[in-house]
C-alpha cells in the first residue's frame, strides 16, 4: 500500500503569546489528518481555529509543539520539498513579468532558462495566460494573478498542493472559474491537495474528503465526510444536486455549533 502523501499524528501547536510571553495558546491539538496520494481533501472549521497552522505544518513552515508529521512514509525534516503552496496571499514578484513570475522557481532548482521559459510558457497557456506572458501583475486583473499564482506553483510539478483560501479575493464568477480549472488540472495529474477554506459549499463542490475542525483552543477535527458525487464535476451545476445539498446539511450540522462558539470568542477577543 502507498503511504500517505500527508500524515498528520498527534498534533498540537502551542504558541507563546505575543503580548504576554509568559501566556501559551494551544491552537491545535491532537489532530490526527490524513490526505492519500492523489486525494483533495478539504479542511474546514470557525475563523481563527487553526486551519492555516495546521497548512504549515503540512508545508514544513512550523514544527509542532508534538506529534508527529509524516510525507509518503517519510518524516517531514525542515521544508515540504514535495509540496507547492498557493496562499491568499499573492505571490507574484510585481518587477517580475508572468513570464519570468512563472520561471522563477524552475531557475532556482536550477533549470536552464530555454528549458524553464518553455515549461513555464506551456503553463501559462494551461491556464489560459498564454497571450499575457509579457505582463506585470499589476497590469492583469486580480483572476489573472491568480491564474499566474497557480501556473507558478504547478510548473514545479509537485506531488502535494497545499492551498489556503486561493481564491477566497475574487469575485464569484472568476472564483467559479478557477475552482473548475483547478479541478480540470488536478483530475489529470492526481496529485494530494490539501485545501483550507471558510466555504463549505466550496470545499463540498472540489473535494473527495471534507474534515471539519472544531473551534479552539485546542482545536481538533471533529468530523470527516466522504464527497461521494461523482467527477468530473462543475461547481457551479453540482451544488444544485441533491446528494450536495445532503452533503451540505450533514456538514452544517456538525459545523454550526463551532461557528457560533468561534464568533463569540471573536467578540470577546474583540
Ligand atoms: N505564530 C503565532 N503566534 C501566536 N499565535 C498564533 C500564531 N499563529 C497562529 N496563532 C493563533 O492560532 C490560532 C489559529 O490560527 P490560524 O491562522 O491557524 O487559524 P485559521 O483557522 O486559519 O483562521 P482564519 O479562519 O481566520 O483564517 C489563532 O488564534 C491565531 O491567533
Known amino acids: 500500500m502507498t503511504a500517505p502523501a500527508i500524515e498528520l499524528q498527534g498534533v498540537a501547536c502551542t504558541f507563546v503569546d505575543k503580548h504576554n510571553p509568559a501566556q501559551r495558546y494551544t491552537a491545535v491539538s491532537q489532530v490526527d489528518l490524513t490526505v492519500g496520494a492523489g486525494e483533495f481533501v478539504s479542511v474546514v472549521g470557525p475563523t481563527g481555529c487553526g486551519k492555516s497552522t495546521l497548512l504549515n505544518v503540512a508545508a514544513g513552515l512550523l514544527e509542532?509543539?508534538?506529534?508527529?508529521?509524516?510525507?509518503?512514509?517519510?518524516?517531514?525534516?525542515g521544508l515540504n520539498r514535495r509540496a507547492g503552496y498557493m496562499f491568499q496571499a499573492e505571490s507574484l514578484m510585481p518587477w517580475r513579468t508572468a513570464l519570468a513570475n512563472v520561471m522563477a522557481g524552475l531557475q532556482f532548482r536550477g533549470v536552464a532558462e530555454s528549458d524553464a521559459r518553455a515549461q513555464a510558457g506551456d503553463w501559462l497557456r494551461r491556464v489560459g495566460l498564454g497571450a499575457f506572458g509579457d505582463r506585470y501583475p499589476h497590469q492583469m486583473s486580480g483572476g489573472m494573478r491568480k491564474r499566474a499564482s497557480l501556473a507558478q506553483t504547478l510548473v514545479l510539478d509537485p506531488d502535494i498542493i497545499l492551498m489556503d483560501e486561493p481564491f477566497s479575493a475574487l469575485d464569484?464568477?472568476?472564483?467559479?472559474?478557477?475552482?473548475?480549472?483547478v479541478l480540470a488540472l488536478w483530475q489529470g495529474k492526481k496529485k494530494a491537495v490539501l485545501?483550507?477554506?471558510h466555504d463549505l459549499d466550496e470545499a463540498i463542490?472540489?473535494?473527495?474528503?471534507?474534515v471539519v475542525l472544531s473551534a479552539g483552543p485546542a482545536s481538533r477535527p471533529i468530523g470527516e465526510f466522504t464527497?461521494?458525487?461523482?467527477?468530473?464535476?462543475?461547481?457551479?451545476?453540482v451544488k444544485t444536486t441533491p446528494r450536495f445539498l445532503e452533503l451540505h446539511a450533514a456538514i452544517w450540522d456538525?459545523?454550526?455549533g463551532e461557528v457560533l462558539k468561534g464568533y463569540q470568542q471573536q467578540l470577546q477577543k474583540a
Open 172 to 181: 464569484i464568477q472568476t472564483r467559479q472559474l478557477m475552482e473548475n480549472e
Open 254 to 256: 456538525e459545523l454550526r
Open 227 to 237: 464527497i461521494d458525487i461523482e467527477r468530473p464535476r462543475d461547481v457551479a451545476e
Open 205 to 210: 463542490a472540489m473535494s473527495d474528503r471534507v
Open 195 to 197: 485545501f483550507i477554506t
Open 64 to 77: 509542532p509543539s508534538e506529534g508527529s508529521v509524516r510525507i509518503f512514509g517519510e518524516a517531514l525534516q
